[in-house]
């Protein structure tokens, strides 16, 4: 296994941006694999499961791009769980996590003699005195973001991952974006949209106001319709939340293969050949256990299952999937999508539009779809904290419905786009016979 063929799919959405061209290509892997990202926490920054999802999950980001890691952090005992983590020390579960990772990847102490070229200080950990780009990974429970180093950080002291995933979310793009610009300057070309590679100096993204800052929750049942990069990141997040109960189901029949290693967080390197199934449910704890179903949902098969829990995920993109679950008409539907650098999450109960009518359309094309370890995430945590804002009681308002994302530029304001989902007239659930029954 080598480099280039995991990390096939983050080369083709790169030619979104450099074009296309083999000596492009090989410009393009050698920086994503020879840059080095310098992650920076102190000990109270540590002390807390925000702290620890904001770098663990930084560092998974970012070994998808290919990247090494140079870890400047105190060795302390894992809190809570932090799979793909193995063992209870952060420090040394890091390094280990490189053998697992994209080939050439390292983790390594500040020692090592790889020096960062870009840095992420956790909250308000002292910043180190570099000349390189840095960045503060800043937030709380439901809100979570970048800011520029001089600034004072807040601690990271909650009990709640989602702000500190969304700040590794926004922050993983940052040495993505650098590895092309640099790409770009040595193959002397213009990017497409020169912009959307510069630095973004500060962004964040909220969940909203009010939420608690404790869940004790149990989900009961729920079914994840595949079990690819966005499902296995929405039980990434999933998985970091105290106090949460869930079980369910997980129907996929693939295998995991090298090139998924790019964008699949819960995935280490020597499941390469395992099925997808078994390489979620290997995490499965006493409160979150899932079974998998070793086979695809699919109009073929349906009826050799038991009928879909009240709450489904549909993270797959198999349009005629998500209209298939869509017809069964669960209590809570959610949707997540992503397309290029875009994502796309939306949410359906009954009396509300469904995701027929959002997606109305299969362009039934099977082509190897590009894809980028931050966009899938983003696409993840993003129906993950649906699911649980729906099983609070405090689901989002019906202009609210679907969410368009574009992780690249996340200061641009249009990079957040809140919309309802409206009536399609020739949505391919609501006009067949069976869906108008089901719905009554």
Not at 38 to 60: F, I, P
Not at 409 to 431: F, G, I, K
């Amino acid at each position: 296994m080598e480099a280039r063929e995991t990390l096939d799919r983050t080369l083709l959405i790169s030619r979104i941006l450099l074009g296309e061209g083999a000596h492009i290509d090989a410009a393009v892997l050698h920086q994503l694999t020879s840059t080095a990202v310098g992650l920076v926490a102190n000990e109270d920054n540590l002390r807390s499961v925000a702290g620890q999802t904001a770098l663990v999950t930084m560092s998974g980001l970012v070994l998808a791009h290919g990247m090494s890691v140079v870890l400047s952090i105190p060795e302390v005992e894992v809190i809570g769980a932090q799979p793909p983590l193995q063992g209870r020390s952060l420090r040394r579960g890091l390094m280990n996590l490189a053998a697992e990772a994209i080939p050439g990847c390292r983790v390594v102490g500040p020692d090592s003699g790889l020096d960062p070229d870009l840095i992420f200080v956790l909250g308000d950990s002292p910043q180190p005195r570099t000349t390189v780009p840095t960045w503060r990974l800043t937030g709380d429970d439901w809100r979570g973001g970048t800011v520029p180093p001089t600034e004072h950080g807040q601690l990271w002291s909650g009990a709640l991952p989602f702000g500190a995933c969304v700040s590794a979310a926004i922050a993983s793009i940052e040495p993505y974006k650098y590895a092309l610009a640099n790409a770009a300057r040595t193959l002397d070309i213009r990017p497409q949209v020169p912009e959307l590679l510069a630095p973004t100096a500060r962004a964040a993204h909220s969940f909203g106001d009010g939420l608690p800052k404790s869940i004790d929750l149990d989900l009961g049942d729920v079914d994840f319709i595949s079990a690819g990069a966005i499902n296995t990141s929405a039980l990434h997040v999933l998985h970091r939340v105290p106090k949460l109960r869930a079980s369910g189901r997980i129907f996929d029949g693939e295998k995991l293969d090298a090139s998924n290693l790019n964008r699949y967080p819960l995935a280490l390197r020597r499941n390469v050949g395992q099925r997808k199934v078994d390489v979620l449910t290997q995490w499965n704890s006493n409160s979150i256990r899932f079974q998998g179903i070793h086979s695809r949902y699919g109009e073929a098969n349906i009826g050799r299952f038991a009928a879909l829990a009240n709450n489904v995920v549909v993270g797959t993109d198999d349009v005629k999937a998500r209209w298939l679950v869509q017809g069964q008409w669960p209590r809570w539907l959610g949707v997540g999508a992503t397309a290029d650098f875009m994502t796309l999450t939306s949410e359906h109960v009954p009396g509300q539009p469904c995701a027929g009518c959002l997606h109305p359309v299969d362009d039934d094309v099977d082509l190897t779809i590009p894809t980028l370890s931050t966009v899938s995430y983003w696409a993840g945590l993003l129906v993950a904290v649906r699911l649980l804002r729906h099983a609070l009681g405090v689901p989002y308002p019906p202009n609210m419905q679907a969410l368009t994302l574009w992780p690249l530029r996340m200061d641009y304001p249009t990079s957040v786009l809140w919309q309802p989902v409206h009536r399609h007239a020739s949505c391919p659930v609501e006009t067949t016979a069976s869906g108008r029954i089901e719905r009554k």
